[in-house]
């Protein structure tokens, strides 16, 4: 059975501090990963992807991870912000056959931070 | 540049009442359209997509359904809810059925009473 499992499940840290969100995943066949950010009472916004052969990526103060061996990907926020404050999610993609239709996609439940003065 | 409006935003309905809820996409031609279901403490829950008109895929066994009409219209909707239907509800579109992103409106939020 797919799996996301996302940790810690809340988090509190002061502003301008650094934090680390982890995602351990058991989708197969592995297409790619996504974080989003959504903040209370809104529609998840994608931050970044990760493909296969991605280690890393940045975005901004974001910076993605992925071990595919290990099949972990972990999401690093520098400097938070007060507007950091949201749930992140981890989405992890499965390739479908060709008679296979619609976006198979596994949602990890999230982490909720929350960033303080 | 691509817009996607879901409404009504909040929702408060009696157990046995219907249920429509509403989403357009502007700026693109034939999305890939979506209906999730957030539960407190969950993933969002994949209910039901639609690669074209008419065409409609459920995931999930429900009291919900999902209809097309028009190509960028996804409409949700129940004959009698039931309190186990209450939760935040996501539309959402894509351009690539298995790989791309999801581009989701702002949610509504339903509570069966």
């Known amino acids: 059975k797919n799996q996301v499992e996302q940790s810690p499940q809340s988090l509190i840290i002061l502003e301008g501090k650094n934090c680390t969100l982890q995602?351990?995943?058991?989708?197969?066949?592995?297409?790619?990963l996504r974080w989003y950010k959504q903040d209370t009472g809104r529609g998840p916004v994608s931050l970044t992807i990760?493909?296969?052969?991605?280690n890393t990526k940045s975005n901004g103060r974001y910076t993605a991870t992925l071990d595919a061996d290990t099949k972990q990907s972990s999401l690093h926020i520098t400097a938070s912000q007060l507007s950091d404050s949201a749930s992140y999610i981890c989405?992890?993609?499965?390739?479908?056959?060709?008679?296979?239709?619609?976006?198979?996609?596994?949602f990890g439940t999230g982490t909720q931070l929350k960033v303080e003065l | 540049s691509q817009t996607i409006h879901q409404w009504p935003a909040t929702l408060v309905q009696p157990v046995g009442s219907p249920l429509s809820l509403e989403c357009t996409v502007e700026?693109?031609?034939?999305?890939?359209l979506y209906w999730y279901r957030q539960a407190a403490g969950r993933g969002l829950q994949l209910l039901f997509y639609?690669?074209?008109?008419?065409?409609i895929s459920s995931e999930v066994p429900q009291n919900l359904s999902a209809s097309r009409p028009q190509d960028r219209q996804f409409i949700l909707s129940s004959k009698k809810l039931l309190l186990s239907d209450s939760g935040f509800y996501l539309c959402?579109?894509?351009?690539?059925?298995?790989?791309?992103?999801?581009?989701f409106g702002e949610g509504s939020r339903l509570t069966v009473l």
């Open positions: 700026g693109t031609s034939n999305p890939n």
């Open positions: 995602c351990n995943y058991t989708v197969s066949p592995f297409s790619n």
């Open positions: 959402a579109w894509s351009v690539l059925v298995n790989t791309g992103e999801l581009f």
């Open positions: 639609s690669v074209g008109i008419g065409q």
């Open positions: 990760m493909t296969f052969s991605e």
């Open positions: 989405v992890v993609s499965a390739r479908r056959g060709l008679t296979g239709g619609g976006n198979k996609l596994t």
